[in-house]
């Protein structure tokens, strides 16, 4: 009957046929077509495997359709009228206060004197409105003087006549101008031709026409867009389209991973840093790895290029170390969970170094083999298994969320008075530890006395916290344990935010990529530096940071750079004369340490370092890395990369040895031929083609070479793949297969 509605058809399919939809999609669907596609497959996904795993609760059911988005007491639990309890059967506890503390308030946040509550009903204003004053702008005035007067004139009023001076307060104008994230500035040096010999004369390039074509504030933005901010290389390539300077998606990507390699250093040092951590958080997202999905997995497969067939996850593991100078951003995408790249970052550690604590959630491979560490699991995870029953047990979930927020209340106290390690120790043994002994009871009689079924959701979430008691209370114990893992979940939003707009990772390669600019970007965030900066420094001394990574953390770089800024004094008794055939020469300031155009004004100053030894570079494993990105790598280079190289990559083979009592002909020999051949270039005619260039000597990239190629043209230091540094920096050259017009597939880092 046309009225009658009939059930829908149940079709049986796996995860991988619909993986698979989703990457053949990509091919005949929009951008936005296809993003929809796999954000309506990844909902189903989840909520097939929630209704499997028996986790299909309202509250999750409401945080996955986004009708909840927090697990806030105060919105799980609205508050009420004064005067009714809440029926948790406790009573209210004073917030803890630290010795020495002058806030009495029991219980409420520290507000300044004169704050009034605001009016009932009314709504409560964000603080700033959006408004912002002229001296939040990082702009430096145009100075505009008075077109008539001066100070010491006049006044020009009648009947005054009182001299005029300066208030030094000017008046301050403000105004705001759109342009595109990049853009282009083009000099046109004027070309003298002599009508007799033909010889061509060029003006002299002016300072900031020099150096490769992407400068380092364009690539930094570039990477600021893509890994910090979560826009797409084709989206920024329609905005740049439009506003009029026009950048293809694959010259985005060109020149971010040409520029990788003078960054690499500084990474390398950040996970040698990490792995001497004392506290460790660690957690890990889906990021999907075209490479390793669908046919290009089975080819991989049928070539027997990728171990571990039965692994299929494909994961980026974000870690926060915290090491005396602050907080570390890593991160570290591929096949592996978090449990193996700790592992492999571990590796890194000091022998003699005492087991770190590492904070995590309570899943058992989080925990690296072979590496002892003190496991944490986070207090957080434990209580959003409360929150999803609030509906189902209101008064014993809100009576867990209490009791935590006294645990919690204490922690704030802590931070805002700067407690050392051991003092907040001390004060949560003080308060923290009954509070969280009566709990355990509570919990425990609940389930003992089947108050509380055990299979039930209720249950289930009771004996998920008592089974990880100990490591969710370590923080009793011992001085400076994580209470959570807040900061790792925090720092990830930055990988699922790429993920959300970019989609996946094409191959393990740009997620390598991706990794380093992450971490640098979100550990310059992490110590309130401007992250677009702190690329720009690190690309324009790349030398110096090969040689001391250590000087270019965002904690010191700049305190390196100001130092390089000074002018060096040297004491008169210890002013030292060097013979010139003993003096060491200074590497050459990279071309791109020099370049400025337009926002590239306020580029610090390129530091010199000498020119480090070279080293053969290593590649970049395509398909079926053996070993993790973060591991130690103990396989030497390629036999290619120790043998002769080509004119292309600018190292010369090492010429043969001549014998002693040749070496006096082999001399004159060649003086004979450079006087004869000078002898004819002095008496050859000048030919037509011939140009003299009267310009300085500027490394603009070759005609007809690609961004990428043209950026690999200069010689670049850099580390080989993702080992522990070595001890000497390695210089990273163009590879014989970087021809115009071919980016190589393999590429050395």
Not at 83 to 100: C, L
């Amino acid at each position: 009957m046309a009225g009658q509605r009939t059930d829908p058809v149940i079709a049986t399919i796996s995860t991988d046929a619909l993986e698979a939809l989703v990457v053949r999609s990509a091919e005949r669907l929009t951008p936005e077509d296809h993003a929809l596609l796999a954000s309506l497959v990844t909902a189903f996904l989840l909520l097939s495997r929630l209704v499997r795993e028996g986790r299909a609760t309202l509250n999750r059911l409401r945080r996955l359709f986004g009708l909840r988005k927090s697990e806030k007491r105060s919105q799980v639990f609205p508050p009420k009228a004064e005067g009714d309890n809440a029926g948790s059967g406790d009573t209210d506890r004073p917030t803890p206060q630290a010795p020495g503390s002058s806030d009495s308030s029991a219980g409420e946040s520290k507000k300044p004197d004169d704050a009034a509550p605001p009016d009932a009903g009314a709504r409560n204003p964000r603080k700033g409105h959006g408004r912002l004053a002229a001296g939040a702008y990082d702009v430096k005035p145009t100075v505009v003087s008075h077109e008539s007067l001066k100070p010491g004139d006049p006044c020009p009023q009648d009947d005054c006549g009182g001299p005029l001076y300066d208030l030094n307060r000017p008046e301050l104008i403000l105004r705001i101008f759109g342009q595109a994230p990049l853009f282009a500035k083009a000099w046109a040096c004027q070309r003298l031709r002599c009508s007799r010999c033909q010889a061509v004369y060029i003006a002299k390039h002016p300072p900031e026409a020099c150096g490769p074509k992407f400068t380092e504030s364009a690539v930094a933005v570039i990477a600021a867009l893509r890994f910090w901010l979560g826009t797409p290389h084709y989206r920024l390539e329609r905005a740049q389209e439009v506003l009029g300077t026009p950048i293809p998606d694959a010259t985005q990507w060109e020149v971010l991973h040409a520029r990788a390699v003078e960054i690499h250093p500084a990474y390398q040092h950040l996970l040698h840093l990490g792995a001497q951590a004392p506290v460790l958080h660690g957690d890990d997202t889906h990021m999907p790895v075209l490479q390793y999905m669908g046919k290009r997995r089975e080819r991989l497969v049928e070539q027997d290029k990728l171990p571990r067939t039965d692994r299929t996850g494909l994961f980026t593991s974000g870690f926060v170390a915290i090491v005396p100078e602050g907080p570390l951003a890593l991160f570290v995408t591929g096949r592996r969970h978090m449990g193996e790249n700790m592992a492999a970052l571990l590796e890194r550690r000091a022998k003699e170094l005492p087991p770190p604590l590492l904070m995590s959630d309570g899943l058992n491979h989080n925990a690296p083999q072979g590496h002892p560490v003190v496991e944490c699991s986070c207090l957080v995870h434990g209580r959003r298994g409360i929150v999803d029953q609030a509906e189902n047990f209101p008064a014993e979930c809100q009576y867990v969320l209490d009791r935590i927020a006294e645990v919690y209340a204490v922690e704030d106290v802590c931070r805002e008075e700067h407690l050392s390690p051991q003092e907040r120790l001390w004060m949560h043994q003080l308060v923290s530890a009954p509070v969280m002994k009566r709990l355990q009871a509570w919990m425990t009689q609940k389930l003992e006395e089947k108050r509380i079924e055990p299979n039930s959701g209720m249950g289930q979430a009771f004996n998920y916290m008592l089974e990880r008691w100990d490591k969710m209370t370590v923080f009793l114990r011992i001085p400076g344990a994580p209470i959570d893992n807040n900061f790792s979940e925090r720092i990830l939003k930055l990988a699922i935010v790429n993920r959300k707009n970019s989609l996946f990772f094409r191959n393990e390669r740009g997620a390598v990529v991706g990794d380093i600019y992450q971490t640098l970007i979100q550990t310059a965030v992490l110590h309130d530096q401007n992250p677009v900066d702190y690329l720009i420094a690190l690309m324009a001394n790349y030398p110096s940071v090969a040689a001391a990574p250590a000087d270019w953390m965002p904690w010191t770089y700049r305190q390196t750079l100001a130092t390089a800024a000074a002018p060096p004094t040297v004491a008169p008794s210890q002013t030292q004369v060097t013979h010139a055939a003993d003096a060491t020469p200074a590497a050459p300031v990279p071309p791109s340490a020099t370049s400025t155009t337009g926002q590239d004004a306020a580029t610090p100053t390129a530091v010199t370092a000498p020119s480090p030894a070279a080293s053969p570079p290593t590649e970049i494993e395509l398909a079926g890395a053996p070993s993790s990105p973060l591991s130690p790598s103990t396989t030497p280079p390629p036999p290619q990369a120790q043998g002769k190289r080509s004119s292309r990559s600018g190292r010369r083979a090492k010429p043969a040895l001549i014998p002693p009592p040749a070496f006096a002909l082999f001399t004159l020999l060649c003086l004979a031929v450079s006087l004869a051949g000078g002898l004819y270039q002095f008496n050859a005619p000048v030919a037509p083609s011939q140009a003299v260039s009267h310009s300085p000597v500027c490394s603009k990239p070759a005609e007809g070479l690609t961004s990428s190629n043209a950026a690999r043209a200069r010689s670049a230091v850099g580390i080989a793949s993702f080992a522990p540094a070595a001890q000497e920096p390695r210089v990273a050259t163009t590879p014989e297969a970087a021809r115009p017009g071919r980016v190589p597939s393999r590429v050395p880092l």
